[in-house]
Structure formats: structure tokens, C-alpha cells
């Protein structure tokens, strides 16, 4: 890939990230990192998210790193008074943020990539993100993704064909459980996702686990999978029992 189709690519996913800052109220910035092979790259960033996240990556504390090493999506109602990140918050006093407002919401979601989710989302506001911050991004995190996945692909095909199906498989494993809670518990998406994000986290198990466990569980069938079978996901006992528990409380909840 030359560089004009580098440059391409990357104008490709900055005008998905304005598109995401033009659907939130008080957004101030987004962007897209990748991490592989233990590199950090900022691929795309616009408005206060090339300095916000290169700041956190620095520091080595913030919620794009949190999401990095836990593969969920985190939220900051103010990052300058955060006491998840006192780093953070002290750093934001530096010089070079002088003039923000005082609240600094963030929100960073994974991208539904496979082997370890290695790109991360974030969005920056002039206010604490809400459920409907989340749903927006909840709507945006896929375009953005599989658009981020095919300009990788296509720059240094670094991810294989089956990889990137592998990617979209589960990405639609977990829009199905999506649809089942929706459905069982008369939910909207944004609440069935953060149904399945909250046992994802205490349950301690990777969401595109839990959701092929589960839609196994409420199929009574094997979920979707990648073709190649070197590439299937086979649920561990824990994720097993975890969308068994899962599925017995969004029951109980919709009698």
C-alpha cells in the first residue's frame, strides 16, 4: 500500500470519528489505537484525542489503558477529578489543557477484533457520558472497526482473510445474545449490552466468550463460528457457567 492509500485510510476513520463526535452532545474528540506486538499506534484521532490519549498511553493510567487490559468498556464522569487516575487528573492541570472545561468526560470501548481485541475507541466530552453516549457508540464501535480492520488488512496485510471473518462472526455472536435479552427481558440494545458488559466483568470472562457460551446455552446448539476450526473459540467451564447464571437472572427478571 503506497501512501496515498495510507493517507486515504486514515481519512476514512477520522470521518468515522467526526461522525461520532457530531452524534454526542458536548463532544470535544475520538480516536483509534491499535496495539500490536506490544506497539502502541495512534491510527486516527480528531479534536482533543491525539493529546488525551497520547497522555494516558504515557502514563501508562486512564481509561483507554484500562479498556486495553480488560477489554470492556470504561467511563470517566471527569477525568480531571478521577480517583481511579490521580495521575491522570494531576496531569491535566499541566499547561497544555488550560481553558477546558472543568468536567472532561471520556469513554473508551475495545473493538471486536480477534486475538486479544487490539484497538481501542475513545470519546472525549465537556460532560460526564450518559446511557445515551453509550448507545451511540454502541451503534458507531462496528463501523469503525470493520472499517479500521479492512485499512489495516489492506495496508500490511496484517490480518488474514479468516482472521477479519473470525472478527465479524463474533461481532454477530454478540448482537445475537443482544437480540435474545432484548427479547426475554423486554430490554433496549443499549441495556442488553450492558446486561451482558456487567457479567462480563463480574464474572471475570471476555465478552465474545461469554456470548458464545450463552448463545450456545439458549440455542442449545453450537454457535457460529470461523470455518477454519483452528480459529473457533471453545468456551471455557467458567464462561459456561457464567452465561448459565447469566440467563437465569434475565429470566427471573422478565417474569
Not at 487528573?89 to 487490539?118: C, I, K, M, N, Q
Not at 488474514?160 to 445475537?176: P, W
Not at 457479567?199 to 461469554?210: C, D, I, P
Request: proline fraction near 5%; include cysteine; glycine fraction near 8%.
Amino acid at each position: 500500500m503506497n501512501d496515498d492509500d495510507n493517507t486515504s485510510g486514515k481519512e476514512l476513520i477520522e470521518r468515522l470519528l467526526a461522525y461520532a463526535v457530531d452524534e454526542v452532545a458536548g463532544a470535544l474528540g475520538a480516536g483509534v489505537t491499535l496495539v500490536r506486538d506490544g506497539k502502541v499506534e495512534m491510527f486516527a484521532s480528531i479534536g482533543l484525542a491525539p493529546e488525551l490519549d497520547r497522555l494516558q498511553w504515557e502514563l501508562g493510567e486512564g481509561p483507554i489503558v484500562t479498556t486495553r487490559a480488560t477489554e470492556r468498556t470504561v467511563l470517566s464522569q471527569n477525568l480531571r477529578a478521577d480517583p481511579e487516575y490521580p495521575s491522570l487528573a494531576r496531569a491535566l492541570d499541566s499547561t497544555f489543557l488550560v481553558g477546558l472545561p472543568g468536567t472532561l468526560g471520556a469513554v473508551a470501548t475495545p473493538g471486536s477484533w480477534d486475538e486479544g481485541g487490539p484497538s481501542q475507541f475513545t470519546l472525549y466530552l465537556d460532560r460526564g457520558p450518559t446511557e445515551k453516549t453509550v448507545a451511540v457508540l454502541d451503534r458507531i464501535e462496528p463501523m469503525v472497526t470493520h472499517a479500521l480492520a479492512t485499512v489495516v488488512f489492506c495496508q500490511r496485510e496484517s490480518m488474514r482473510a479468516d482472521q477479519m471473518a473470525k472478527m465479524v462472526q463474533y461481532r454477530r455472536v454478540i448482537e445475537q445474545c443482544k437480540g435474545a435479552v432484548m427479547a426475554t427481558a423486554g430490554l433496549s440494545a443499549p441495556q442488553a449490552f450492558q446486561v451482558l458488559d456487567k457479567a462480563s466483568q463480574r464474572y471475570n470472562v471476555r465478552l465474545r466468550e461469554l456470548a458464545v457460551a450463552l448463545a450456545e446455552h439458549v440455542g442449545n446448539a453450537p454457535a457460529e463460528h470461523p470455518d477454519d476450526i483452528g480459529h473457533v473459540l471453545e468456551p471455557t467451564e467458567e464462561s459456561r457457567a457464567a452465561a448459565r447464571k447469566l440467563w437465569d437472572g434475565v429470566r427471573a427478571a422478565a417474569r
